[in-house]
């Protein structure tokens, strides 16, 4: 597989970097390498450069396009993925789409209803952690009994100092107006769709604690977007489920959990502790039994399984994930948030925006 990368920011180059590491996974699920970049910024291209087998540098994605690239890998602030994602599908290519997945609801339904005859995957790469997939079979399985309750939360400090200049993250016209939904939002919902937990009402909770920061000139700039935002639903069988995305949680630096109880089980993990699973075991002397889970992901790879598994680890599987079901060689293992999800997580957060404006229970 060609990968092309369009949007050579921060991901853009966490995409690279993981794809340098492709000849740890072993066996290889197909082969993948980068050979072409796009980024109007030429800045941004020229740190490509030091990027072994990368040829080709465009500073117009239709470039980038026309050449013989197998899919493509966009990075771009939400208000681009529109135009973007449908011109790579419209050239045959494959997409790796970046969440949200359109700046709305209705520019995921385009884009989703586009996607019918290409590959196309959203990136979500912290439930490739081996904690969070041990979490996912536990729940699988039937585990917990009858579920109780479930909690999926993904949060970080980066936006609690007010000094902190304005991006296109906080202003509406470029991350959307679902705001912090749109930018952690798929993250949280990857591993509760993929249990088949579907949202059928909703009361959301959500905050804009800042309303302006400095613009970097001087002065000062319109923050206009949801810092944090807490996501009350039923799911259907009655099942409690409650996700949660903030920039403005006090000390997280960047943390994902995940929490599932039942009347016969429970099960948690969070990246904070990357190697812990906890169980919870039933009885009269009830207790939380912890597990340490080592670097055994789903796709094998030459990194011992006594080291700690991190982010750059879980972009690989991810990457992997990818390959493989494009390849048609995924066979049962968890896979990458689907065209659906994408689109089901945007109908979550457009009932959330009407729940937070009439404070009001709202259906999914």
């Not at 597989?1 to 699920?29: C, H, N, T, V, Y």
């Not at 396009?65 to 973007?84: C, F, I, K, T």
């Not at 100092?161 to 798929?186: F, H």
Request: aromatic share 10%.
């Amino acid at each position: 597989m060609k990968l092309g990368i369009i949007g050579g920011g921060l991901m853009g180059k966490e995409i690279a970097s993981a794809l340098g590491r492709w000849f740890a996974l072993d066996p290889s699920p197909g082969t993948a390498r980068l050979v072409a970049v796009c980024d109007v910024s030429e800045p941004a291209r020229d740190w490509f450069r030091r990027v072994p087998g990368v040829e080709s540098f465009y500073s117009r994605h239709e470039d980038l396009l026309a050449s013989d690239v197998d899919a493509v890998y966009v990075a771009v602030p939400h208000s681009l993925h529109e135009r973007l994602y449908l011109d790579v599908l419209k050239a045959g290519k494959d997409l790796l789409a970046e969440k949200p997945f359109g700046i709305d609801r209705a520019a995921a339904q385009r884009i989703a209803e586009a996607s019918k005859n290409q590959f196309v995957r959203v990136s979500s790469e912290f439930p490739f952690f081996p904690g969070v997939q041990e979490a996912f079979r536990y729940v699988r399985e039937g585990r917990l009994g009858k579920i109780l309750e479930v909690h999926s939360s993904f949060l970080h400090s980066s936006d609690l100092d007010p000094t902190k200049p304005v991006n296109w993250k906080r202003q509406s016209a470029t991350c959307g107006e679902i705001g912090v939904m749109g930018d952690l939002g798929l993250h949280v919902c990857h591993v509760p769709f993929r249990l088949g937990l579907r949202p059928k009402t909703i009361y959301a909770q959500l905050q804009n604690v800042y309303s302006e920061r400095p613009d970097g000139k001087g002065g000062f700039a319109p923050c206009d977007t949801w810092d944090n935002a807490t996501l009350h639903t039923w799911c259907e069988g009655d099942i409690p489920v409650t996700f949660e995305t903030k920039r403005m949680a006090p000390g997280q630096m960047n943390t994902w959990s995940f929490e599932a109880l039942g009347t016969e089980g429970g099960v948690r993990f969070s990246t904070k502790e990357p190697k812990t699973l906890w169980t919870f075991e039933p009885g009269k002397e009830q207790r939380w039994v912890q597990t340490d889970v080592g670097h055994r992901p789903s796709f094998p790879v030459v990194t011992g399984p006594i080291f700690e598994f991190g982010f750059p680890d879980s972009l690989l599987q991810m990457l992997a994930a990818f390959t493989a079901e494009r390849n048609g060689t995924l066979e049962g293992r968890f896979g990458c948030a689907t065209p659906d999800e994408a689109l089901l997580s945007h109908r979550l957060f457009d009932a959330a925006l009407r729940s937070q404006k009439g404070n009001t229970v709202e259906t999914v």
